[in-house]
């Protein structure tokens, strides 16, 4: 979500004259887009924030503006705190700097909301709904991105269009609750009507969205992405937790057998799906036998990618104020290390039953003198031979895996 935020700022940005720097000390405006989804994050912000120090006072006149989850509704103790910080602004609230380089440097902002989409590129993100309801108790986002808010599927499917005759080929549509896309619209409105319309729009070849809840996940949107040409298949479902008693503690409305049996009809309705999810290991009291809950869940359902994370406290969050976080940090550790071992063997095998297979790969772009793209199932693919153009589709044949990508020779017609 907030490489989205800052693609489209930085679009919006560079339409009004401004050119990208590579060095934040140089540069005339600074934007530090913050995540504060965990406390380390936000002590990489802080410290990011405070190297911009001195540079502002060798230079005056440069802009710093602090913008995402770190910026609340209030921002007296932040102004107390970063007195060199010129503008703050929440998430999505892309106005105040706006405003500010209009006063300040007399540019003529007038119509860069309406009209903010991301800087051109193969592949790009698409906020469709802001904040979430759900109040996991581990969890900030709702406090700092506030309630779930949906934009409708007229302003997405423009924007779509837009992205399109810029040259973009595939979409992500984001949420912090993708799922619940349009509960807050009048009527009916869902997730996979937006998907149809979306899949209408001519140029775009691929679209994806993230991040579900298994709570939200509803046949609707299950058959679309079975039954629509350009929804890719591969879902984002995060678990968190694998024992029914920590996931109550969480606050997560299910249990691990009704998480088992969503995934059991996601792939009875899309036999070729890729699955991918998020954990947390050592959240508040989870005992030994509870976590090996988790790693029996992984196991038996084989994800194609895990994104793990210890648990850390939250300042705010309900965990934060009615649990305590009594799980050492080296079992912390240790379990994170049992999950990210495991998961290592289980993808191992999952790519190597892909060896010789042809899938349709999109290219992103070249590393190491190797030109690079994903399938349709959010695979990294490498190809053998001479570069490829971003934007091209091609068919590769799959020659060589591993846990963390493929390796494959382009079929010709």
């Given at each position: 979500?907030n490489t989205a ?8 940005l560079?339409g ?7 060095s ?11 995540c ?7 002590n990489k912000a802080?410290?990011t924030?405070?190297?911009l120090?001195p540079?502002?006072?060798q230079?005056?006149n ?16 932040l ?8 503008v703050?602004?929440?998430p ?10 209009s006063d300040?440097?007399?540019i003529n902002?007038?119509?860069c909301?309406?009209?903010?989409t991301?800087v ?5 993100f698409?906020?469709?709904?802001h904040?979430?309801d759900?109040f996991?108790s581990?969890?900030?986002?709702p406090y ?22 810029r040259?973009?080929k ?6 912090q ?9 009048p009527g ?7 998907l149809?319309s ?7 070849e ?5 991040t579900?809840?298994?709570?939200d996940m ?10 629509l040409?350009?929804?890719?298949e591969?879902i984002n479902?995060?678990f968190?937790?694998?024992h029914?008693?920590v996931?109550k503690?969480?606050?997560r409305?299910?249990?691990n057998?009704e ?5 059991q ?8 799906v890729?699955?991918?999810?998020d ?14 809950s988790t790693?029996?869940?992984?196991t ?15 300042e705010?969050?309900?965990a934060?104020r ?9 079992v ?9 071992d495991t998961?290592e ?10 060896l010789g297979?042809?899938?349709e790969?999109?290219?992103e772009?070249e590393?190491?003198?190797?030109s690079?793209g994903?399938?349709?199932n959010d695979?990294?693919?490498f ?10 589709l ?15 020779t382009?079929i010709?017609?």
């Amino acid at each position: 979500m907030n490489t989205a935020d800052s693609e489209r700022l930085q679009g919006a940005l560079e339409g009004l004259g401004f050119v990208y720097s590579n060095s934040k000390q140089d540069a005339d405006l600074v934007v530090l887009n913050t995540c504060v989804v965990r406390q380390n994050a936000e002590n990489k912000a802080v410290g990011t924030l405070t190297s911009l120090k001195p540079s502002k006072q060798q230079n005056p006149n440069k802009i710093i503006a602090l913008m995402g989850c770190m910026v609340g509704p209030k921002t007296e103790s932040l102004e107390k705190r970063f007195p060199y910080v010129d503008v703050f602004m929440q998430p999505q609230q892309y106005d105040p700097l706006l405003q500010f380089l209009s006063d300040k440097m007399d540019i003529n902002t007038d119509g860069c909301i309406q009209n903010m989409t991301a800087v051109p590129s193969v592949t790009t993100f698409i906020p469709i709904i802001h904040g979430c309801d759900k109040f996991c108790s581990f969890c900030i986002i709702p406090y700092r991105r506030g309630r779930e808010k949906s934009r409708g599927i007229e302003d997405i499917t423009l924007e779509s269009e837009r992205l399109a005759a810029r040259g973009v080929k595939e979409i992500t549509l984001l949420g912090q609750n993708v799922d619940s896309y349009g509960h807050d619209l009048p009527g009916s409105t869902n997730l996979a009507q937006l998907l149809e319309s979306i899949n209408s729009v001519k140029g775009i070849e691929r679209i994806r969205f993230l991040t579900s809840h298994p709570n939200d996940m509803d046949d609707n949107i299950i058959d679309a992405i079975a039954n629509l040409d350009k929804v890719c298949e591969n879902i984002n479902l995060p678990f968190q937790a694998g024992h029914n008693d920590v996931l109550k503690n969480m606050r997560r409305g299910y249990t691990n057998e009704e998480y088992r049996s969503l995934i059991q009809k996601i792939r009875d309705k899309i036999p070729n799906v890729t699955l991918s999810t998020d954990l947390i290991v050592g959240f508040c009291g989870e005992t030994n036998e509870q976590f090996q809950s988790t790693v029996d869940l992984i196991t038996d359902l084989k994800f194609d990618k895990i994104h793990s994370a210890a648990y850390s406290t939250r300042e705010g969050t309900i965990a934060d104020r009615k649990m305590i976080d009594n799980v050492p940090q080296e079992v912390k550790k240790t379990r994170l290390k049992i999950i990210n071992d495991t998961q290592e063997k289980i993808v191992r095998e999952l790519n190597l039953a892909l060896l010789g297979k042809t899938f349709e790969v999109l290219i992103e772009g070249e590393k190491e003198g190797k030109s690079f793209g994903r399938n349709r199932n959010d695979k990294i693919v490498f190809l053998d031979s001479e570069c490829h153009s971003p934007g091209e589709l091609i068919n590769v044949k799959i020659n060589k895996t591993s846990p963390w990508y493929l390796n494959g020779t382009v079929i010709t017609q």
